[in-house]
């Protein structure tokens, strides 16, 4: 099992930013992939990015394509979200979840951190 705590979540003005940070512990040398998703109030959560744990390969949401980028520091075990241009759309709880190898789905995820974006 990996453990994973989420961390820089805050209220920010539209247009300002934010760098949400996710620690993982635990099994790590099982992760195959590590995910940001966020839920808002009254509504389903959703995918927003996701990185491969080895290599280069990332991919976001339409909604937030050329406003947040996710990286990772191997070394850390940590994976971050830097988000620039928030809109208050972008106002949610927002959880990390690693996949390990052979898995189709996320198996462990964090606790949430809140993001709110006042307009």
């Known amino acids: 099992q990996v453990q994973l705590v989420e961390s820089g979540g805050g209220l920010v003005q539209a247009g300002g930013s934010l760098r949400l940070s996710c620690a993982a512990s635990?099994?790590?040398?099982?992760?195959?992939?590590m995910g940001w998703f966020r839920q808002a109030p009254g509504k389903e959560r959703e995918f927003v990015a996701s990185?491969?744990?080895?290599?280069?390969?990332?991919n976001y949401a339409d909604s937030v394509k050329g406003r947040f980028t996710i990286s990772r520091d191997n070394a850390k075990n940590t994976v971050y979200l830097q988000m620039n241009n928030l809109k208050p759309e972008d106002t949610a709880v927002y959880y990390c979840?690693?996949?390990?190898?052979?898995?189709?789905?996320?198996?462990?995820w964090g606790q949430g951190t809140q993001v709110t974006v006042s307009s």
């Open positions: 990185t491969v744990w080895s290599g280069v390969s990332t």
């Open positions: 635990g099994r790590t040398f099982s992760i195959n992939r």
């Open positions: 979840a690693s996949r390990t190898v052979g898995s189709t789905e996320y198996n462990d």
